[in-house]
């Protein structure tokens, strides 16, 4: 059964304090692994998409990596502003060309000034 | 703004009565998606549509229904809802059947069955 697994499930950071958010994925086969940002009472904001291991992409303070089993988002530095929720979801082999995501829990991330 | 624009935000249904979520993008996409989220649950597909004109279940599609009306509307259905079905529903729409440029998101609609 194709699986996705966040960790850790909350996060607490002071400022400027970098950290990894890990996502562990169990597919038969990748087709591309997704990082979304999803702040209080909104929808997720796509973040990057990973298809190979040893990927890697970076948007200001974040940076995703990719290996065959989890991928990791760096943050560095962290700012107050980038306290949400951070979902790691997967496009796996078996789900054709329908582009059906499985999505982890999350990792709810808390920046304190 | 260009998006996903779902109606409407908030919900109160009675167990038995039945309402229509609408879902509508205007970024000329193929795909749309309809996903529950729930605590401790991570987001879970009921229904989509890799083009318009078909219809698939997804993770957990009993208890709803879905129409692709046109390219850019989505509907989702609940005929007779349950407790079981208090969540927060969000609309998603993709350019491509693979998926690989990401999803874009609507702003969710929170549904409380009492």
């Known amino acids: 059964e194709d699986q996705v697994t966040q960790s850790p499930e909350a996060l607490r950071l002071q400022e400027g304090e970098s950290s990894s958010l890990n996502c562990s994925y169990t597919?038969?086969?990748?087709?591309?692994l997704f990082w979304y940002r999803q702040d209080p009472g909104k929808g997720p904001e796509f973040l990057f998409t990973l298809y190979s291991a040893g990927e890697e992409k970076e948007k200001e303070r974040l940076k995703a990596t990719l290996t065959k089993k989890e991928s990791f988002l760096h943050i560095t530095a962290p700012k107050p502003e980038d306290s949400a929720t951070y979902l790691c979801a997967v496009q796996a082999d078996g789900s054709g060309n329908t582009g059906k995501l499985i999505f982890g829990q999350g990792t709810t991330l808390q920046v304190k000034p | 703004n260009a998006g996903v624009t779902q109606t409407p935000k908030f919900q109160v249904l009675k167990t038995g009565q039945s309402m229509t979520l609408q879902c509508a993008q205007d970024?000329?996409?193929?795909?749309m998606y309809w996903y529950r989220q729930d605590p401790g649950m991570g987001l879970r597909l009921i229904y989509y549509?890799?083009?318009?004109?078909?219809?698939d279940k997804g993770e957990v599609p009993n208890g709803y229904n879905v129409s692709r009306l046109n390219k850019r509307e989505f509907s989702l259905r609940l005929e007779s809802a349950a407790p079981s079905q208090t969540s927060v529903y969000f609309c998603a729409s993709s350019p491509h059947r693979d998926g690989s440029y990401g999803y874009t998101f609507g702003s969710g609609t929170r549904l409380t069955v009492v």
């Open positions: 597919v038969s086969g990748l087709r591309g």
């Open positions: 549509s890799a083009s318009e004109g078909t219809t």
């Open positions: 970024m000329n996409h193929n795909s």
